[in-house]
Protein backbone atom coordinates (compact mmCIF):
# COMPACT_ATOMS: atom_id res chain seq x y z
CA UNK A 1 0.00 0.00 0.00
CA UNK A 2 1.02 3.50 -0.75
CA UNK A 3 0.37 6.52 2.13
CA UNK A 4 -1.25 9.53 0.34
CA UNK A 5 -1.98 12.92 1.62
CA UNK A 6 -6.09 11.58 1.41
CA UNK A 7 -5.49 7.68 3.11
CA UNK A 8 -3.69 4.32 1.32
CA UNK A 9 -4.35 3.54 -1.66
CA UNK A 10 -3.32 -0.16 -3.47
CA UNK A 11 -0.11 0.61 -5.74
CA UNK A 12 -2.21 -0.53 -8.88
CA UNK A 13 -3.83 3.19 -7.93
CA UNK A 14 -0.90 5.32 -8.40
CA UNK A 15 -1.05 5.56 -11.96
CA UNK A 16 1.07 8.04 -14.18
CA UNK A 17 3.47 9.61 -11.99
CA UNK A 18 5.55 12.60 -11.44
CA UNK A 19 8.05 11.06 -8.84
CA UNK A 20 10.18 14.27 -7.81
CA UNK A 21 7.87 17.43 -7.09
CA UNK A 22 6.94 20.43 -5.40
CA UNK A 23 3.53 21.97 -4.87
CA UNK A 24 3.71 23.49 -1.70
CA UNK A 25 7.67 25.07 -1.14
CA UNK A 26 8.84 28.40 0.66
CA UNK A 27 12.81 28.67 -0.21
CA UNK A 28 12.43 32.23 -0.25
CA UNK A 29 14.57 32.69 3.68
CA UNK A 30 17.71 31.56 2.17
CA UNK A 31 17.13 32.38 -1.24
CA UNK A 32 15.92 35.36 -0.69
CA UNK A 33 14.01 36.06 -3.36
CA UNK A 34 10.11 35.36 -3.90
CA UNK A 35 10.29 33.54 -6.94
CA UNK A 36 10.74 30.20 -4.84
CA UNK A 37 7.50 30.40 -3.11
CA UNK A 38 4.51 28.48 -4.29
CA UNK A 39 1.71 28.43 -1.91
CA UNK A 40 -1.17 29.50 -3.46
CA UNK A 41 -3.64 26.33 -3.84
CA UNK A 42 -5.92 27.95 -6.46
CA UNK A 43 -2.71 28.64 -8.74
CA UNK A 44 -1.19 25.19 -8.01
CA UNK A 45 -4.42 23.42 -8.57
CA UNK A 46 -4.64 25.13 -12.09
CA UNK A 47 -1.10 24.14 -12.89
CA UNK A 48 -1.86 20.29 -12.15
CA UNK A 49 -5.14 20.86 -14.00
CA UNK A 50 -2.30 20.94 -17.37
CA UNK A 51 -0.76 17.41 -16.16
CA UNK A 52 -3.61 15.99 -16.02
CA UNK A 53 -5.02 16.52 -19.44
CA UNK A 54 -1.32 14.64 -20.16
CA UNK A 55 -2.36 11.57 -18.23
CA UNK A 56 -1.11 12.40 -14.57
CA UNK A 57 -2.40 10.74 -11.94
CA UNK A 58 -0.29 11.15 -8.62
CA UNK A 59 2.85 13.47 -7.64
CA UNK A 60 5.64 12.11 -4.90
CA UNK A 61 5.44 15.86 -3.43
CA UNK A 62 9.39 16.06 -1.83
CA UNK A 63 8.83 19.36 0.18
CA UNK A 64 9.51 18.70 4.08
CA UNK A 65 10.94 20.62 7.44
CA UNK A 66 12.81 23.77 6.14
CA UNK A 67 11.26 24.21 2.59
CA UNK A 68 7.80 25.28 3.54
CA UNK A 69 5.90 22.53 3.65
CA UNK A 70 2.00 22.58 4.60
CA UNK A 71 0.65 19.18 4.60
CA UNK A 72 -3.17 21.05 4.93
CA UNK A 73 -2.47 22.96 1.76
CA UNK A 74 -1.39 19.44 0.47
CA UNK A 75 -4.55 17.86 1.15
CA UNK A 76 -7.05 20.59 0.01
CA UNK A 77 -5.16 20.66 -3.37
CA UNK A 78 -5.33 16.64 -3.76
CA UNK A 79 -9.11 16.63 -3.19
CA UNK A 80 -9.54 19.37 -5.51
CA UNK A 81 -7.53 18.82 -8.03
CA UNK A 82 -8.34 14.80 -8.10
CA UNK A 83 -4.95 14.01 -7.81
CA UNK A 84 -3.09 11.32 -5.03
CA UNK A 85 -0.53 13.19 -3.52
CA UNK A 86 2.48 11.71 -1.51
CA UNK A 87 3.96 13.71 1.10
CA UNK A 88 7.25 13.66 2.31
CA UNK A 89 9.50 13.52 6.02
CA UNK A 90 12.47 14.95 6.55
CA UNK A 91 15.11 17.80 6.43
CA UNK A 92 16.51 19.09 3.21
CA UNK A 93 20.19 20.21 3.49
CA UNK A 94 22.27 21.73 5.82
CA UNK A 95 21.43 25.45 5.06
CA UNK A 96 17.91 24.98 5.47
CA UNK A 97 18.60 22.75 8.82
CA UNK A 98 16.60 24.07 11.47
CA UNK A 99 17.17 23.23 15.46
CA UNK A 100 15.96 19.69 15.65
CA UNK A 101 18.20 18.47 12.46
CA UNK A 102 21.08 20.48 14.08
CA UNK A 103 20.71 20.28 17.80
CA UNK A 104 19.08 16.22 17.81
CA UNK A 105 21.20 12.92 17.82
CA UNK A 106 20.04 11.02 14.96
CA UNK A 107 17.81 8.56 16.67
CA UNK A 108 15.57 11.75 17.87
CA UNK A 109 15.49 12.91 14.28
CA UNK A 110 14.92 9.30 13.37
CA UNK A 111 11.97 9.36 15.84
CA UNK A 112 10.33 12.99 14.33
CA UNK A 113 10.26 11.08 11.00
CA UNK A 114 8.92 7.67 12.16
CA UNK A 115 6.24 9.36 14.06
CA UNK A 116 5.17 11.50 10.93
CA UNK A 117 5.38 8.21 8.83
CA UNK A 118 3.30 6.26 11.24
CA UNK A 119 0.34 8.69 12.81
CA UNK A 120 0.78 12.19 11.42
CA UNK A 121 2.83 15.41 10.28
CA UNK A 122 2.03 18.08 13.66
CA UNK A 123 -1.26 17.41 15.06
CA UNK A 124 -2.81 15.97 12.24
CA UNK A 125 -3.58 12.22 10.86
CA UNK A 126 -2.38 13.14 7.36
CA UNK A 127 1.04 11.39 7.26
CA UNK A 128 3.90 11.19 5.19
CA UNK A 129 4.41 8.45 2.35
CA UNK A 130 8.48 8.99 2.06
CA UNK A 131 10.80 10.15 3.82
CA UNK A 132 12.45 12.74 1.31
CA UNK A 133 14.07 15.08 -0.39
CA UNK A 134 17.31 14.35 1.78
CA UNK A 135 20.31 16.54 0.54
CA UNK A 136 23.87 16.68 0.37
CA UNK A 137 25.45 19.82 -0.62
CA UNK A 138 27.65 20.76 -3.29
CA UNK A 139 30.29 18.45 -3.67
CA UNK A 140 30.17 17.14 -0.10
CA UNK A 141 28.31 15.81 2.43
CA UNK A 142 28.52 17.72 5.66
CA UNK A 143 28.96 15.95 8.80
CA UNK A 144 25.59 17.35 9.64
CA UNK A 145 24.09 15.86 6.79
CA UNK A 146 25.59 12.29 7.29
CA UNK A 147 24.13 12.56 10.55
CA UNK A 148 20.54 13.31 8.79
CA UNK A 149 21.06 10.40 6.33
CA UNK A 150 21.33 7.93 9.08
CA UNK A 151 18.66 9.11 10.81
CA UNK A 152 16.88 8.29 7.40
CA UNK A 153 18.52 4.93 7.19
CA UNK A 154 16.66 4.02 10.99
CA UNK A 155 13.23 5.60 9.97
CA UNK A 156 13.51 3.84 6.70
CA UNK A 157 14.29 0.03 8.26
CA UNK A 158 11.75 0.79 11.21
CA UNK A 159 8.94 1.81 8.54
CA UNK A 160 9.39 0.41 4.99
CA UNK A 161 9.28 3.56 3.56
CA UNK A 162 11.33 4.69 1.00
CA UNK A 163 14.07 7.14 0.96
CA UNK A 164 14.52 9.86 -2.47
CA UNK A 165 17.81 12.23 -2.39
CA UNK A 166 19.01 15.26 -3.49
CA UNK A 167 22.50 16.01 -5.07
CA UNK A 168 22.86 19.24 -5.46
CA UNK A 169 23.80 20.16 -8.95
CA UNK A 170 24.34 16.36 -9.45
CA UNK A 171 27.04 15.98 -7.09
CA UNK A 172 27.98 13.02 -4.40
CA UNK A 173 25.28 10.80 -6.27
CA UNK A 174 27.82 8.06 -5.86
CA UNK A 175 28.82 8.89 -2.32
CA UNK A 176 25.33 9.32 -1.42
CA UNK A 177 24.63 5.50 -3.16
CA UNK A 178 27.99 4.11 -1.06
CA UNK A 179 26.67 5.80 2.12
CA UNK A 180 23.47 3.37 1.85
CA UNK A 181 25.16 0.38 0.64
CA UNK A 182 27.29 0.64 3.53
CA UNK A 183 24.28 0.48 6.10
CA UNK A 184 22.46 -2.28 4.97
CA UNK A 185 19.60 -0.54 3.73
CA UNK A 186 17.25 -2.32 1.38
CA UNK A 187 19.03 -0.55 -1.49
CA UNK A 188 15.49 -0.71 -3.74
CA UNK A 189 13.76 1.94 -1.35
CA UNK A 190 16.34 4.45 -2.47
CA UNK A 191 16.10 7.46 -4.80
CA UNK A 192 18.88 9.19 -5.86
CA UNK A 193 17.63 12.60 -6.91
CA UNK A 194 18.74 14.52 -9.72
CA UNK A 195 20.97 12.12 -11.30
CA UNK A 196 20.44 13.17 -14.98
CA UNK A 197 22.75 16.44 -13.90
CA UNK A 198 25.69 14.12 -14.37
CA UNK A 199 26.82 15.19 -18.47
CA UNK A 200 28.29 11.33 -18.13
CA UNK A 201 26.09 8.69 -18.18
CA UNK A 202 28.84 6.31 -17.14
CA UNK A 203 28.76 8.19 -14.01
CA UNK A 204 24.82 7.40 -13.15
CA UNK A 205 25.62 4.10 -14.54
CA UNK A 206 28.16 3.54 -11.61
CA UNK A 207 25.60 4.66 -9.26
CA UNK A 208 23.21 2.39 -10.30
CA UNK A 209 25.28 -0.48 -10.25
CA UNK A 210 25.36 -0.45 -6.61
CA UNK A 211 21.61 -1.28 -6.71
CA UNK A 212 19.69 1.76 -6.17
CA UNK A 213 17.37 3.55 -7.96
CA UNK A 214 17.97 7.29 -9.79
CA UNK A 215 15.49 9.73 -10.86
CA UNK A 216 16.20 11.89 -14.15
CA UNK A 217 13.77 14.40 -12.20
CA UNK A 218 15.23 18.03 -13.43
CA UNK A 219 14.22 16.96 -17.27
CA UNK A 220 13.06 20.47 -18.75
CA UNK A 221 15.99 22.47 -16.57
CA UNK A 222 17.85 23.31 -19.77
CA UNK A 223 20.08 25.95 -18.15
CA UNK A 224 21.43 23.30 -16.09
CA UNK A 225 21.64 20.38 -18.34
CA UNK A 226 20.00 20.28 -21.96
CA UNK A 227 17.28 18.45 -22.23
CA UNK A 228 18.78 16.21 -25.40
CA UNK A 229 22.03 15.47 -23.00
CA UNK A 230 19.66 13.60 -20.43
CA UNK A 231 17.92 11.91 -23.19
CA UNK A 232 20.91 10.26 -24.72
CA UNK A 233 21.63 9.17 -21.42
CA UNK A 234 18.80 8.02 -20.73
CA UNK A 235 18.71 5.57 -23.60
CA UNK A 236 21.75 4.96 -22.98
CA UNK A 237 21.03 3.61 -19.56
CA UNK A 238 18.14 1.73 -21.00
CA UNK A 239 19.75 0.13 -23.64
CA UNK A 240 22.43 -1.32 -21.00
CA UNK A 241 18.79 -2.70 -19.21
CA UNK A 242 18.04 -0.32 -16.21
CA UNK A 243 14.54 0.26 -17.32
CA UNK A 244 13.51 -1.08 -13.57
CA UNK A 245 15.62 1.60 -12.00
CA UNK A 246 14.83 5.35 -12.77
CA UNK A 247 12.00 7.22 -12.58
CA UNK A 248 11.57 10.77 -13.92
CA UNK A 249 10.07 14.31 -13.01
CA UNK A 250 11.06 17.57 -13.49
CA UNK A 251 11.36 19.25 -10.07
CA UNK A 252 9.22 22.38 -9.97
CA UNK A 253 10.23 25.14 -7.85
CA UNK A 254 9.46 28.11 -8.58
CA UNK A 255 6.70 30.31 -10.09
CA UNK A 256 8.73 30.76 -13.27
CA UNK A 257 8.26 27.14 -13.53
CA UNK A 258 4.48 27.54 -13.59
CA UNK A 259 2.22 27.54 -16.88
CA UNK A 260 0.61 30.58 -16.00
CA UNK A 261 4.12 32.55 -16.29
CA UNK A 262 5.01 30.72 -19.67
CA UNK A 263 6.66 27.60 -17.81
CA UNK A 264 6.01 24.28 -18.65
CA UNK A 265 4.64 23.62 -15.41
CA UNK A 266 3.81 19.70 -14.75
CA UNK A 267 3.89 19.07 -18.69
CA UNK A 268 7.35 18.75 -19.34
CA UNK A 269 7.85 14.49 -18.39
CA UNK A 270 4.54 13.84 -19.90
CA UNK A 271 4.61 16.31 -22.82
CA UNK A 272 7.84 16.84 -25.26
CA UNK A 273 10.20 14.05 -23.25
CA UNK A 274 7.87 11.25 -23.37
CA UNK A 275 7.23 12.49 -27.16
CA UNK A 276 11.40 12.02 -27.71
CA UNK A 277 11.36 8.93 -25.84
CA UNK A 278 8.72 7.33 -27.76
CA UNK A 279 10.57 8.90 -31.63
CA UNK A 280 13.66 7.00 -30.52
CA UNK A 281 12.12 3.38 -29.69
CA UNK A 282 11.07 3.51 -26.35
CA UNK A 283 8.25 1.18 -25.97
CA UNK A 284 5.02 1.37 -24.07
CA UNK A 285 5.88 -0.90 -21.39
CA UNK A 286 9.12 0.67 -20.62
CA UNK A 287 7.63 4.52 -20.53
CA UNK A 288 5.03 2.83 -18.24
CA UNK A 289 7.82 1.75 -15.58
CA UNK A 290 9.20 5.73 -15.84
CA UNK A 291 6.25 7.13 -15.63
CA UNK A 292 4.69 4.92 -12.92
CA UNK A 293 5.45 1.38 -12.23
CA UNK A 294 9.21 1.63 -10.57
CA UNK A 295 7.97 4.68 -8.24
CA UNK A 296 4.82 2.63 -7.26
CA UNK A 297 6.99 -0.26 -6.64
CA UNK A 298 10.35 1.83 -4.07
CA UNK A 299 7.45 3.49 -2.33
CA UNK A 300 4.77 0.59 -2.00
CA UNK A 301 4.93 -0.57 1.73
CA UNK A 302 3.88 -3.80 0.80
Given at each position: ?????????????????????????????????????????????????????????????????????????????????????????????????????????????????????TFGIDDTNIRAGIIGEIGSSLNTITELEKKVFNACIIAS????????????????????????????????????????????????????????????????????????????????????????????????????????????GYTAVLGEFISKLKINGVDSKILSKLIGGNIARVIDKN
Amino acid sequence: MIQTVCGLIDKKELGITLAHEHIIIDLSLIRNEQDSVLDNCKTMINEISYGKKLGLQSIVEVTNEGMGRNHLKLKYISEKAKVNIVASTGFYMEKYYDNKARDNAEEKIAEIMIKELTFGIDDTNIRAGIIGEIGSSLNTITELEKKVFNACIIASEKTGAAITTHCDLGTMGLEQAMLFSRSGINLDKVIIGHSDLNRNYKVIEKILSSGVNVAFDTISKNSYLDDDVRLYNLLKLLEMGYEDKIVLSQDLTRKSHLKINNGTGYTAVLGEFISKLKINGVDSKILSKLIGGNIARVIDKN
